[in-house]
């Protein structure tokens, strides 16, 4: 089994910048695929990026250029590094992983004034 827990998020000004951390623990393995997923109030959850255990990543096109994903694996930790934030980039952010115990972590707000 695996828990994940998001923490970093909160209320920036358009033009700020936030970076959220996922702390993993448990059955959690260095190659297994870890990602961000965000969902906005009334709309369906979105991919954001993924990274692979290699650090190999993908970005939603929205995203592309502004956010940045990484990963500890010494630490089972993820980040999100988000900078020049909009804001429809308001949000609840969630982080998973695949693997042989996939798991989603409880979300954090993700709030950007205009």
């Known amino acids: 089994q695996v828990q994940l827990v998001e923490s970093g998020g909160g209320l920036v000004q358009a033009g700020g910048s936030l970076r959220l951390s996922c702390a993993a623990s448990?059955?959690?393995?260095?190659?297994?695929?870890m990602g961000w997923y965000r969902q906005a109030p009334g709309k369906q959850r979105e991919l954001v990026a993924t990274i692979t255990g290699g650090g190999s990543t993908v970005y939603a096109d929205s995203v592309k250029g502004r956010f940045t994903i990484s990963r500890d694996n010494a630490k089972n930790t993820m980040y999100l590094q988000m900078n020049s934030l909009k804001p429809e980039d308001t949000a609840v952010y969630y982080c998973?992983?695949?693997?042989?115990?996939?798991?989603w972590g409880q979300g954090t707000q993700v709030t950007v004034s205009s």
């Open positions: 448990g059955s959690i393995f260095s190659f297994d695929a």
């Open positions: 998973r992983n695949w693997g042989a115990f996939a798991s």
